[in-house]
């Protein structure tokens, strides 16, 4: 018996039956009862991290975020604020006197700072910044706070009536940010005795991420400032600046690509350890490594060169001997570390989960975000290789939830490259039955993974009696360069090969019907799935969410412009290879339904529009879904059930109906 067969067959004899937990299947409507929890913060002291948790408010039918506490135990868990409004990047003071957070409570201009004694009373306002503040942190004496703000100024309105929007940018459309404003982002320091906001960069480019030096003399900071236009330029570079007003920046790094944050110093000063995106021009096939080089300036080295894997969120220990850091892998993200000497990466905390983010405190025991298969993210305490659960937000109305059956699986295409992924069972699988199956398509692909987390979309339809299956094709995260590049310059048959590969092995392994296969994603996942029902009529429904078949119309529509330099007049028929499935929508024969964010600027709704209706001309079935004031992601608690209900409304119309109709005649 071969490796894989065995796997399967060990697995059936585990899964559950049906009923035998008593609990009950996942709800569309569950959707409003997941919290979100992340950006953990842990006193320097180390006894509390503050936290926030976003939640639906269905009232009012939009999300709310609180900042929590929990003692270092996690036994002690309460809310500090509570308001319509949202509060986000909790922080806090050297002294920890005071937690501070953003918020546009109480009719705020944007954004602005608050402060909150952390052992009780009312948050104060400390900031009245025209537009708000986009990221702040304290200099290590607490006197001062840098701030990120934008120097765009809006002309006031004539009787209500919107502005004209005036654009001059190349780089001029932004999702979910909408229209790009003339303006840039820059920092200033705020003196928080005083109340007072000097200036302290600026100019025609936008500065990013910045971090005080341990001394909080100077910060370093992320800045694009090239010759020419820095919109045409992906060459982001590190920069230091004294922290004082009218002090000139000085640029540390001189990579042509981009380097970029999180930046960390080194406890004694005197190194910066910072991220260096290597690869292609297209961002989605660029793969971060960790640099390190002497805040003064001088050669960088890149520590993780030899490792083929991404890495992000780096950290220092506490003796300045190494470095931690989260690595991307298959199927899963981890906490390792490495000697600042360079060397091998190593293993902290591996398991199949999802770690989200990371920060390192003064004892070198470690802040957390985590998810798992069964379970949203959460905070955790790494002490150690040790993890510890501090928070437990999602515990209640999990308690009473039966979901799927999680596991990896491997198959090849056509030609025989060898693709990872995950399926999801029923609760109620049986050995031996064929189940209708839907194979749902990741988005990116690099910027992303179908990975060892909890998934609403996944776990609604197993609960709905089909297998998923999610497979990282060709370009997705998680396996390497080679992996992640592959597609570069491409058309899309690689992916269309590792894809359908995953069907043909869920039908050979008898789990799935071939008479049931639906097909499904949102952005690049819509953009594949159209491609794959142009040229496989083996699926019974399609659905296609924030797509684009026609390559060719999206030109200059979209976001990502400044990565097109090489228009259409440049070679027309690589934009006709990209734009296969519009062109050649009469070989569509799969009903398929189309839906999208009318806001949508990273893939705008006319991509939807046009294969709409391209297929009702065509006589296929096909609806149009469109979600107002909504961008690339669907925010709106009440649209995303919505969306989660015509998805398993449209499967079961074509991909189960059919087969109950086949078996009563």
Not at 101 to 128: A, H, I, T, Y
Not at 335 to 343: D, F, L
Not at 424 to 446: C, D, F, M, N, Q
Request: aromatic share 8%; proline share 6%; net charge negative.
């Amino acid at each position: 018996m071969h490796s894989h067969w065995r796997a399967i067959a060990l697995l059936t004899l585990a899964l559950p039956l049906a009923g035998q937990s008593g609990r009950r299947a996942l709800r569309s409507d569950d959707i409003y009862r997941i919290r979100d929890v992340h950006d953990p913060a842990r006193s320097p002291d180390g006894k509390w991290v503050a936290y926030v948790v976003s939640s639906v408010d269905t009232t009012r039918d939009r999300n709310s975020s609180d900042i929590w506490l929990t003692d270092w135990s996690g036994a002690h868990e309460r809310q500090i604020t509570s308001t319509p409004e949202s509060e986000s990047s909790p922080r806090w003071s050297p002294d920890e006197k005071w937690l501070s957070f953003l918020s546009s409570r109480q009719g705020c201009d944007g954004p602005q700072l608050w402060l909150v004694d952390p052992r009780g009373g009312q948050p104060e306002r400390v900031s009245k910044v025209p537009g708000g503040i986009n990221d702040y942190q304290w200099s290590p004496d607490g006197k001062r706070i840098v701030f990120v703000v934008s120097d765009s100024e809006t002309p006031p309105s004539r009787s209500g009536t919107k502005s004209p929007v005036v654009i001059d940018r190349y780089h001029f459309k932004s999702d979910p940010g909408g229209y790009v404003a003339n303006g840039h982002d820059h920092l200033a320091l705020f003196d928080l005795a005083a109340r007072r906001l000097d200036p302290l960069t600026s100019g025609n480019f936008d500065d990013a991420d910045p971090q005080w030096s341990p001394d909080g003399t100077r910060i370093a900071f992320v800045s694009k400032r090239v010759a020419g236009d820095p919109d045409r330029s992906p060459n982001d570079d590190i920069f230091v600046i004294d922290a004082k007003p009218g002090a000139e920046p000085r640029r540390l790094t001189t990579y042509a690509g981009e380097d970029d944050g999180r930046i960390a110093w080194s406890p004694d000063g005197s190194r910066i350890v910072y991220l260096v995106g290597i690869g292609v021009k297209d961002y989605s096939l660029r793969m971060w490594k960790l640099a390190m080089m002497p805040s003064s300036g001088g050669a960088s080295t890149i520590l993780t060169s030899a490792l083929d894997r991404q890495v992000i969120e780096p950290a220092w220990s506490r003796d300045g001997s190494s470095i931690y850091m989260l690595e991307e892998d298959d199927r899963s993200q981890y906490v390792a570390k490495i000697s600042a000497a360079g060397g091998a990466t190593q293993r902290v905390a591996a398991d199949k989960r999802m770690v989200t983010s990371l920060a390192i405190g003064s004892d070198d025991a470690a802040t957390l975000t985590l998810a798992s298969d069964s379970a949203p993210p959460e905070i955790y305490a790494l002490e150690g290789s040790s993890l510890r659960r501090l928070t437990h937000q999602n515990d209640e109305w999990l308690r009473d939830i039966q979901l799927g059956i999680t596991e990896e699986f491997s198959s090849r295409g056509k030609d025989g490259y060898g693709s990872h992924g995950l399926i999801v069972r029923p609760a109620s699988y049986v050995a031996g039955e064929k189940y209708p199956t839907l194979l749902r398509i990741h988005g990116g692909p690099g910027c992303c993974q179908d990975s060892h987390a909890f998934n609403m979309e996944r776990e609604l339809f197993a609960a709905n009696g089909y297998v998923v299956l999610a497979l990282n094709y060709r370009g997705s995260r998680g396996r390497g360069a080679r992996h992640q590049r592959a597609i570069a310059g491409g058309t899309k048959s690689l992916e269309l090969s590792d894809l359908l590969g995953a069907v043909d092995y869920a039908v050979k392994m008898g789990i799935s019907d071939p008479a049931r296969l639906g097909i499904g994603g949102w952005s690049n996942g819509a953009i594949l799935t159209d491609e794959i029902i142009a040229h496989d009529h083996r699926f019974k429904a399609a659905i296609a969410g924030a797509g684009s078949a026609n390559a060719l119309a999206s030109y200059g529509t979209d976001q990502y412009t400044p990565e097109s330099s090489d228009g259409p007049w440049s070679g027309l028929q690589k934009w006709m290879d990209q734009s296969y499935a519009f062109y050649h929508a009469n070989r569509i024969t799969t009903p398929t339904l189309f839906l999208s964010g009318d806001k949508d600027f990273n893939v705008p709704i006319a991509g939807s529009e046009q294969m709409y209706t391209a297929l009702r001309a065509l006589g296929v079935p096909t609806e149009l879904v469109i979600y107002p004031d909504q961008h690339h992601s669907i925010s709106t608690p009440s649209y995303k059930k919505d969306r989660l209900d015509r998805y398993v409304t449209w499967y079961d119309r074509y991909v189960k109906a059919p087969a109950r109709a086949a078996a009563i005649r």
